[in-house]
């Protein structure tokens, strides 16, 4: 009878499942996102590798000495034990993080733009105290440019009543301001002495939403060029909320990791992050092959440093408030080892 | 690679402005110390070549060197080491006349 091995489910439970189970497993996940994005599927041996990985019962498994990457976090400054500078010290300090980010708990641009002078103070302070790289993120989050919330036509409505124009319009509309709000509080963080930007979560409301990430960042690049911009996805896929907007003539829509790399090396950003989704209800091998799969064609082609979103619901990852370490520490050898990434 | 405890701060730094991927960003700051590239993520070899270097450490109780550069102050030194503007020791100088 084959032994039973403690893993993780995506939505964070304990299980245990036998060494062919994970095998099983494992191809799953590689076939699933072979199909979906049309990419090769995992080798024997990446495959392999995967299962060392995951049929182990360690606690903790990592990288060997020597192939560390470095680290960003989005969210450094949480106020987990004082105000949000002692907590950037407290992530360089205590935690070792790479790059840490100054953030609002309103994580978005466009509610930034109304405290950006207190937002740049927090920023100048941080630069006093810390050693570290500190960025400044938030979300495009194009979503908010909609009615209630802002001044656009709601696109979400306009759809459903066959308004495609009308939704199209508005969403570029809406592209248009968010890419000034972006720009505006970039100039006033970098102003303050910020080392870089992040775009989190770009794309979150589909392709005007990474439209705009990409202008923004083009914009920027121009007028910084030392700057650090990292623009993370929110998903492996750029949904087509507008379906046909181009970025230097090429359609957004549908765009999987590695033409997402693509476009986000043209518009100027130092670092691409790319975001595969967790399924709650497979298992983190499903999930961790799964999530390769997908970002492997861009590792091949990459030109700038890319960071994979390794964390809560994200890369293998799953989704639950506290992550496991035995889960994120697998995630993190799996991406490293296998595909080379430059950070996460 | 342990931040400012080790070197991830410097070869963050390397991606972060010349858009270097890994291995070469950790080969360039490794240049630039005279160390290898293993070294970079070991605490115990870089405590010892931070504080040679002036590029700041950690202010433990065991090591506290207030008579030696740290944060804002070892961010001179970083710029001039790793031959990369940061952007807040410009405005530092800029807006204390230097």
């Given amino acids: ?344 | 690679m342990g931040g400012m405890r080790a070197a991830g701060d410097l070869v963050a730094r390397m991606q972060m402005t010349r858009r270097m991927r890994l291995r070469e960003a950790k080969q360039y700051v490794a240049d630039k110390l005279g160390c290898t590239t293993r070294e970079l993520s070991d605490p115990v070899a870089m405590e010892q070549i931070r504080l040679e270097k002036g590029l700041g450490t950690l202010p433990f109780t065991s090591s506290v060197h207030p008579d030696d550069p740290g944060m804002i102050e070892a961010k001179f030194n970083i710029a001039k080491l790793l031959d990369v503007p940061i952007n807040c020791v410009e405005r530092f100088k800029q807006r204390a006349g230097i």
């Fill in chain 1, 1 to 344: 009878m084959e032994a039973r091995i403690p893993t993780r489910m995506g939505d964070g439970s304990l299980v245990e499942m036998t060494r062919s189970e994970l095998e099983a497993d494992l191809q799953a996940g590689t076939q699933v996102a072979a199909q979906k994005a049309k990419v090769p599927e995992l080798t024997q041996d990446e495959l392999d590798h995967l299962l060392d990985i995951y049929a182990s019962p360690a606690r903790f498994t990592a990288v060997d000495i020597g192939d560390e990457v470095v680290m960003t976090n989005d969210g450094s400054g949480t106020k987990h034990i004082g105000n949000r500078v002692q907590d950037l010290q407290s992530y360089e300090q205590v935690l070792g993080v790479d790059i840490i980010e100054l953030w609002q708990i309103d994580y978005s641009y466009k509610a930034i733009k109304t405290n950006v002078a207190h937002e740049g103070q927090s920023m100048k302070i941080a630069q006093m105290l810390c050693t570290n790289p500190v960025q400044y993120g938030a979300m495009p989050d194009l979503g908010r440019y909609s009615k209630p919330d802002g001044p656009f036509d709601n696109w979400s409505e306009l759809l459903p009543q066959g308004k495609i124009q009308e939704a199209r319009d508005a969403q570029l509309q809406a592209a248009d301001m968010l890419v000034g709000d972006i720009s505006y509080v970039a100039d006033h963080m970098v102003a303050a002495g910020a080392d870089g930007i992040d775009f989190d979560t770009t794309g979150a409301a589909g392709d005007a939403d990474f439209l705009a990430g990409l202008r923004a960042c083009r914009a920027l690049r121009e007028r910084y060029p030392w700057l650090g911009i990292e623009i993370g996805m929110a998903s492996e896929f750029v949904l087509g909320m507008h379906g046909q907007i181009e970025f230097d003539g090429e359609r957004l829509a549908g765009m999987w990791p590695k033409d997402q790399l693509r476009m986000v090396q043209q518009a100027g950003a130092s670092i691409y992050g790319p975001a595969v989704n967790i399924n709650t209800g497979k298992s983190t091998a499903w999930n961790i092959a799964r999530a390769i799969t997908f970002i492997k064609p861009c590792m091949e082609i990459a030109e700038i440093p890319v960071h994979v979103n390794v964390g809560m619901g994200v890369g293998g990852v799953p989704t639950c408030v506290y992550p496991p370490a035995d889960a994120t520490s697998r995630a993190s050898k799996a991406f490293v080892e296998i595909l080379k990434i430059d950070g996460y």
